[in-house]
Antibody
Framework: QVQLVESGGGVVQPGGSLRLSCAAS????????IHWVRQAPGKGPEWVAV????????FYSGSVQGRFTISRDQSNNIVALQMNSLRVEDTAVYHC???????????WGQGVLVTVSS | EIVLTQSPVILSLSPGERATLSCRAS??????LAWYQQRPGQVPRLLLY???NRATGIPARFSGSGSGTDFTLTISSLEPEDFAVYYC?????????FGGGTKVEI
């Protein structure tokens, strides 16, 4: 069965960095794009970034452009999200999700909490 | 970026009633709209994509319609498990965006 498991969350001070990982299994990893979607406490989902199945293209939301970098390791079925210059407003549960129809998501990981606080 | 506005914010109904949820886009999205359901403590679940296509395993009581900038999710007869928050999302271009959600409550 499709599984997506995030790791790397935690508490970081404003301006700090954190690297999230998403380990995928149960499907042919190289056939699918992977998204990161975050959800602040009590709020709706906010799309963050996507990496295409072959890693050739990456897109970001305006709120993280220039601060976050998405990458994938095809050998180990892992997608990473490098988050730099973190802000208080980046506090959220971060989910990785499998792409469906070039933009939607059909399978989601349970997510990892990132807290940015001094 | 395309802004999706959902209404109403809260919809109070009883089991067995019909639910009609709206999602309006700030520009045409060519029908590239999906709906998700999120129950408390769970991740979003894909219900419909490309306006009206049900995702795998989604019951027939969920249907979608619309075109251009105005879209509707209809739940024909609410089951107890349908009381949840519903989000729309477009995939017309990057960045994809989500609407703010509609809570369907008893």
């Amino acid at each position: 069965q499709v599984q997506l498991v995030e790791s790397g969350g935690g508490v970081v001070q404003p301006g700090g960095s954190l690297r999230l990982s998403c380990a995928a299994s149960g499907f042919t990893f190289s056939d699918y794009g992977i998204h990161w979607v975050r959800q602040a406490p009590g709020k709706g989902p906010e799309w963050v970034a996507v990496v295409y199945s072959d890693g050739s293209k990456k897109f970001y939301s305006g709120s993280v452009q220039g601060r976050f970098t998405i990458s994938r390791d095809q050998s180990n079925n892992i997608v990473a999200l490098q988050m730099n210059s973190l802000r208080v407003e980046d506090t959220a549960v971060y989910h990785c999700a499998r792409d469906f129809k070039s933009g939607h998501s059909d399978y989601w990981g349970q997510g990892v909490l990132v807290t940015v606080s001094s | 970026e395309i802004v999706l506005t959902q209404s109403p914010v809260i919809l109070s109904l009883s089991p067995g009633e019909r639910a009609t949820l709206s999602c309006r886009a700030s520009q045409s999205i060519n029908g590239y709209l999906a709906w998700y359901q999120q129950r408390p403590g769970q991740v979003p679940r894909l219900l419909l994509y490309d306006t009206s296509n049900r995702a795998t395993g989604i019951p027939a009581r969920f249907s979608g319609s619309g075109s251009g900038t105005d879209f509707t999710l209809t739940i024909s007869s609410l089951e107890p498990e349908d009381f949840a928050v519903y989000y729309c999302q477009h995939r017309s271009n990057w960045p994809v965006t989500f609407g703010g959600g509609t809570k369907v409550e008893i």
